[in-house]
T-cell receptor, first 115, second 113 residues
């Protein structure tokens, strides 16, 4: 099935540990995004990329880094995890708005707990 | 400073009736408005969108209305079905910053059989 795949689906970290969340899409989309969803907060944009080799900060970028070395992959890194980063993380991809793909596609999410 | 607001955290309707989900926004520079549906343990799914130059867009049972003067949009689902039970997010693209999709906090819709 074509779409957006997130790895892993669940993870538990201890404070100070590091990890990388992987997002892969097979739709040849230019745009990719990382969001976090917290109770009562909706989805907030962490970082995004408008093409291979480019990244930019979103609304809540602190404590996260990203890389887009290949068009189909967008990695989200936590260098030193904190309990405040306990959340559900969603990756999304889309074509540029105005080209027909304004809605985009989301992955199923990664549930991260930081103890 | 919340630019997209969904003031009703939940809504309950009977099967076959109309569901109306509301969204208010503060930024008059938004270019596109979107609605997403989200089931538990799944990612959001794009449902329907509307350009800021239109006031209505319809897709099957789903219709989105945009009132620019009131900075208000609504999603109508007619007739509502139990499978429509989900969290619905309103979102918007600002002009010139179209990568930065801004989401509301969501409204949980429950359709009772």
């Amino acid at each position: 099935n074509a779409g957006v795949t997130q790895t892993p689906k669940f993870r538990v970290l201890k404070t100070g540990q590091s990890m990388t969340l992987l997002c892969a899409q097979d739709m040849n989309h230019e745009y990719m995004y990382w969001y976090r969803q917290d109770p009562g907060m909706g989805l907030r944009l962490i970082h995004y990329s408008v093409g291979e080799g480019t990244t930019a900060k979103g609304e809540v970028p602190d404590g996260y880094n990203v890389s887009r070395l290949k068009k189909q992959n967008f990695l989200l890194g936590l260098e030193s995890a904190a309990p405040s980063q306990t959340s559900v993380y969603f990756c999304a991809s889309s074509t540029p708005p105005g080209t027909g793909g304004v809605g985009g596609y989301f992955g199923a999410g990664t549930r991260l707990s930081v103890l | 400073d919340q630019q997209v607001k969904q003031n009703s955290p939940s809504l309950s309707v009977q099967e076959g009736r109309i569901s109306i989900l509301n969204c208010d926004y503060t930024n008059s520079m938004f270019d596109y408005f979107l609605w997403y549906k989200k089931y538990p343990a799944e990612g959001p799914t794009f449902l329907i969108s509307i350009s800021s130059i239109k006031d209505k867009n319809e897709d099957g049972r789903f219709t989105v209305f945009l009132n620019k003067s009131a900075k208000h949009l609504s999603l109508h689902i007619v007739p509502s079905q139990p499978g429509d039970s989900a969290v619905y997010f309103c979102a918007a693209f600002p002009q010139g910053g179209s990568e930065k999709l801004v989401f509301g906090k969501g409204t949980k819709l429950t359709v009772n059989p």
